[in-house]
């Protein structure tokens, strides 16, 4: 995965989780607003590629922890979409600013992600902990969270979803 190097702890932590080392977590350059420089993914795309590496996914910052700002989400799009790459968004504090007509701005292109984490306790006061991973595509969501277990799930559910049954 293309990553920024401003990228929070976790996504890295996540990369290595999934198997696939510290050599998963492929970083982009940032400028000198701390944004990743989208003009340096293609060179950190040959890197990976030079080096054996599959490039898989861009995950870009909508409000990095440590700095506050936002990724030129457009400009990674474009490139996600040029070559079939996973387009994540990591909004875990910033992704707030799509309800403001203030802010909304900093967020343009991120209707274009295929996945977004979104934090509503970080920026919007919750009292408990209120996360959530969003996906463009609704049946992306369900393969990646998809699970075989004919003892939790009823097979008859409408559309042929599975739905909770009781364990006899």
């Known amino acids: 995965m293309l990553v920024s190097e401003e ?22 350059p940032a400028d000198e607003q701390f944004r990743m420089r989208a003009t340096a993914l293609e060179d950190s795309y040959g890197a990976a590629t030079r080096a054996g590496l599959k490039v898989i996914a861009v995950v870009a910052n909508a409000c990095s922890t440590a700095t506050g700002t936002y990724d030129p989400l ?17 909004g875990a504090h910033g992704a707030v600013a799509v309800l403001s007509n203030r802010y909304r701005s900093l967020m343009k292109g991120v209707e274009r992600a295929d996945s977004l984490v979104w934090d509503a306790h970080k920026m919007m006061l919750m009292p408990l902990l209120v996360s959530a991973v969003l996906f463009r595509d609704r049946a992306a969501g369900d393969r990646a969270f998809e699970q075989r277990a004919s003892y939790l799930f009823d097979e008859a559910g409408p559309r042929g979803t599975r739905t909770w049954a009781p364990v006899r």
């Open 74 to 90: 457009e400009e990674i799009a474009d490139f996600c979409a040029a070559r079939n790459l996973w387009f994540h968004v990591d």
């Open 7 to 28: 990228a929070h702890y976790s996504i890295d932590r996540a990369i290595r989780i999934m198997g696939w080392g510290r050599q998963g977590a492929v970083p982009v």
